[in-house]
């Protein structure tokens, strides 16, 4: 059975941090492309940052650029979300999502993050 598992969302103040995971399993994670991806209320889910399979490829939305860094570790079928100097506007659902060329996308359940002012 394929799941993706997030964890370690939660409440935070202004310019605090958290490292978000995303744990995998019933698929070959290895080669797997992962991804980030977040959905505040009212708006639409959008791209945060992707990391490639072999995790030396990664990119950012320009709103996190500088803040956030993905990473993954494949022993593991771990996709981790390191968070820094967050703000209001990173209130959100993330969820991970693992894709590949040539076999169906997964999706985790999301994770609440909420940032106070």
């Known amino acids: 059975q394929v799941q993706l598992v997030e964890s370690w969302g939660g409440l935070v103040q202004v310019g605090g941090s958290l490292r978000l995971s995303c744990a995998a399993s019933g698929f070959k994670f290895s080669i797997y492309f992962m991804s980030w991806y977040r959905q505040a209320p009212g708006k639409e889910r959008e791209l945060v940052a992707e990391i490639s399979r072999g995790g030396d490829d990664t990119d950012y939305a320009g709103s996190v650029k500088g803040r956030f860094t993905i990473s993954r570790d494949n022993n593991k079928n771990t996709t981790y979300l390191q968070m820094n100097n967050l703000t209001p506007e990173d209130t959100a659902v993330y969820y991970c999502?693992?894709?590949?060329?040539?076999?169906?996308?997964?999706w985790g359940q999301g994770t609440q993050v909420t940032v106070s002012s």
């Open positions: 999502k693992a894709t590949h060329r040539y076999f169906s996308d997964y």
